[in-house]
């Protein structure tokens, strides 16, 4: 319930979903957006653009070559709708358009911020996940 702090019912939130034991899913991460308030009765979370694998795949391990690794900025992200872009060279000439970047993978970082990650692909997207701060 700590999560909740500050938290009221119709409050607008984005949050992350986690399985539990018997694979209910449960809200994690919850975070308020913008200030809004949901209509009385309406589904909020059916507005987030959460997807079962949004961060659910393996994170790269540590013996992962960094040559596979691409670097980029974060471009754009909503916390509202649960996603945005990482740009960058090397994933634009791979995939000839930015990385998706789900909720559950941005983690602290910011608009701005200038990353490594791994790519994966659904439906020939390519999908950003295991971000690590570049210095």
Sequence with gaps: FE???GLSVG?????????????RPQAID???TSGRRARQGS????????????????????????SSRCVGMIKSFSLEHGYGF??????????????????KQIKAFQVGDKV???????????????LREVT
């Design 86 to 103: 990482i740009t960058g060279k090397a994933v634009l000439e791979k995939f000839g358009r930015e990385a998706f970047l789900h909720v």
């Design 30 to 32: 919850v975070a308020p």
């Design 3 to 5: 999560q909740m702090k």
């Design 11 to 23: 409050d607008a939130v984005a949050f992350a979903v986690q399985h539990d034991a018997k694979g």
């Design 116 to 130: 490594s990650f791994a790519v994966r692909t659904k439906n020939g997207q390519p999908q950003a996940y295991g």
């Design 43 to 66: 589904s909020v979370a059916a507005s987030f653009a959460f997807s079962a694998d949004g961060g659910d795949a393996a994170e790269p391990g540590d013996d992962e070559e960094e």
